[in-house]
């Protein structure tokens, strides 16, 4: 069993940047794949963002891509996500997922996920 906490989550105006952790407790010693999914009121949970188990390999939504950036420290059992130029779509409740995975794959698919955060809430006014 893994607990993930999200931490970081709060308001920040159109442009802006803010950035989220993730910290993993539980059965960390096996290598897990990590992603960030977001919900928006009344929408789908949608993917963000992924990242293996080495960290070497990232995936991205194309909404966030090339403002969003995924990693990770293992060492300290957490995820980060910074996430620059932010504006009111971006507003949702983040969560932090993982799976068991020493691959190089990213999966976007949420059932993928087997533990998730409580989520963060983020709001960029505009």
């Known amino acids: 069993q893994v607990q993930l906490v999200e931490s970081g989550g709060g308001l920040v105006q159109a442009g802006g940047s803010l950035g989220l952790s993730c910290a993993a407790s539980g059965r960390t010693f096996s290598p897990y794949l990590m992603a960030w999914f977001r919900q928006a009121p009344g929408k789908e949970r949608e993917f963000v963002g992924g990242?293996?188990?080495?960290?070497?390999?990232?995936v991205y939504a194309d909404s966030v891509k090339g403002r969003f950036t995924i990693s990770r420290d293992n060492a300290k059992n957490t995820v980060f996500l910074q996430m620059n130029s932010l504006n009111p779509e971006d507003t949702a409740v983040y969560y932090c997922?993982?799976?068991?995975?020493?691959?190089?794959?990213?999966?976007?698919?949420?059932?993928?996920?087997?533990?998730w955060g409580q989520g963060t809430q983020v709001t960029v006014s505009s």
């Open positions: 990242i293996t188990w080495s960290g070497g390999r990232t």
């Open positions: 997922a993982a799976v068991y995975s020493d691959g190089n794959a990213v999966f976007s698919n949420r059932a993928v996920y087997d533990y």
